[in-house]
């Protein structure tokens, strides 16, 4: 049991008048822990808090190379942390253990390394010649008090992409963490400790819906940094707008695998086009779901990828030899098979799963689907499901190819895979989406910008572009 009672605000645990929030496994509904929801009123302590430590603390005296080692002792505290995160992330999510370490722990690290690499060179300040004559100095400041809001899917991930430019800028932080998955997060707060990071820099408040709105609603938060549904980015969208807070907004996304006429059928691709969708029991907004085959080999590479995603086990994530474990709870189950049989209604034919797995009945658990012959204009193709969920559409040539894969309201990712890499390259260039792996599922790289199009959000994370959303320039003229 992991029990974090109250909010971490100024580097302690301090009590909340919000109720206590039960996490449960959605493998078996066990009690894995608890932590307290804020309220409006504690989301008050921590951003005076967080406002107080950067107008007041040492971080705001910092410099760029303190600030980079602050966040490279964090990622050490993290990594030395390795398999307790690991257990806990996988048992609130729901993630295959086996990939927890990989895909929640060192992507997380990869982050915070990648930043903390980066922010010693990086220009806070240049003289450049002004136009008018003499000299203007650009500087580029902290945007302020950062509410960062993050999904349950990949929750250190998600906090890393937002706090290390938040920190690597000089900002301050309160972070919440999604109800469903805040042990992992609340953990965090003996990393925050042991990396000597002055209190309240990183505060951390639990709740839902109410307590993000009541950090978005802030009049003490200069920026809010969201990931998680276009619907709510939309709203939180709009209530920034009110205020004019800055906002960065991580959406959605229904992201398109183009398969190229001449690729080699191999196990890379195949491996790769399920990993591209399934991982993380097809619960990551970059997932490549749109999986668009070309007409002239269609069979030739749909069924073995079908057989791969029909052969890939089932069970409780903590299993070592587990590939899919449950998705996040049983509303969600429920949504992702009423989407699949309306699919299959209009036309669509499952090559793998399609129903429920025998034998999982408790949990939420949902089989790793193909579901081929889907048109582009189907509600399956269009629609974010966040499940292990494919969907595999046939294309006439690269135009076409390429008009299907931007024929969505989302943009975020994407892969295209051929043998012959800088065709691959051409066709890349050509689709409206934020990253686009070559012959790879691999989503992004942790020191390139990361973000959507479209519907998949405004604004960017990872690089140096991730920190220039933390900041404010202003011009002096000599
Ligand atoms: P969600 O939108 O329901 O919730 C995300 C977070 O926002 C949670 O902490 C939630 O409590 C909070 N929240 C919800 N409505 C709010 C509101 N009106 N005001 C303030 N806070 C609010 O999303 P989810 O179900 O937790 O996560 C899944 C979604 O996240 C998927 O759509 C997925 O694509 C998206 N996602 C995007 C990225 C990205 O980088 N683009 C990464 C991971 C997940």
Known sequence: MYEYEGMYVSGKWSPTSGPEIEVRSPADGELLGRVSEATAADVDVAVEAARAA???????????????????????????????????????????????????????????????????????????????????????????????????????????????????????IVLKPSPDAPLGLSMLSQCIEEAGIPPGVINIVSGGVETGVALVAHPGVDKISFTGSTGAGKQIGAACAQDVRRVTLELGG????????????????????????????????????????????????????????????????????????????????????????????????AVAGGSRPEGFDEGSYVSPTVLADVDNDMAIARDELFGPVAVVIAYNDDDDAVAVANDSEYGLAGAVWSADPERATRVATRMQTGSVSINSPAPL??????????????????GPEGIAAYLESQSIIL
Request: net charge neutral; aromatic share 6%; with cysteine.
């Open 254 to 349: 229904k992201s398109a695998a183009v398969v190229l006429d001449d690729v080699v059928v191999d196990s890379t691709l195949i491996k790769g086009l399920v990993t591209g969708v399934m991982a993380n029991n097809g619960q990551i907004c970059a997932a490549q779901t749109r999986i668009l085959l070309p007409r002239s080999r269609y069979d030739e590479i749909l069924e073995p990828f079908a057989a791969a995603v029909a052969a890939m086990r089932i069970g409780d994530p903590a299993e070592r030899d587990t590939e899919v474990g449950p998705v996040i709870n049983v509303a969600s189950r429920d949504r992702i098979e009423t989407a699949v049989a309306a699919a299959i209604e209009a036309g669509a034919r």
């Open 445 to 462: 790289d942790f020191g390139s910008p990361f973000g959507g199009f479209k519907k998949s959000g405004i604004g960017r994370e990872g």
């Open 54 to 172: 950067l107008e007041r603390g040492p971080w705001s005296r910092s410099t760029p190379a303190e600030r980079a080692a602050a966040i490279t002792a964090l990622a050490d505290a993290i990594e030395s942390r390795t398999k307790v995160f690991a257990d806990v992330v996988s048992a609130e999510v729901g993630s295959p253990r086996k990939w927890t370490t990989f895909g929640q722990l060192a992507t997380t690290l990869g982050v915070y390394r990648s930043c903390a690499a980066i922010v010693p060179d990086y220009e806070f300040e240049a003289k450049r010649p002004s136009v008018m004559g003499g000299e203007v100095v650009v500087r580029r400041l902290p945007v302020g008090v950062v509410g960062a809001i993050v999904p349950w899917n990949a929750p250190l991930f998600t906090a890393a992409l937002k706090m290390a430019p938040a920190l690597a800028a000089g900002c301050t």
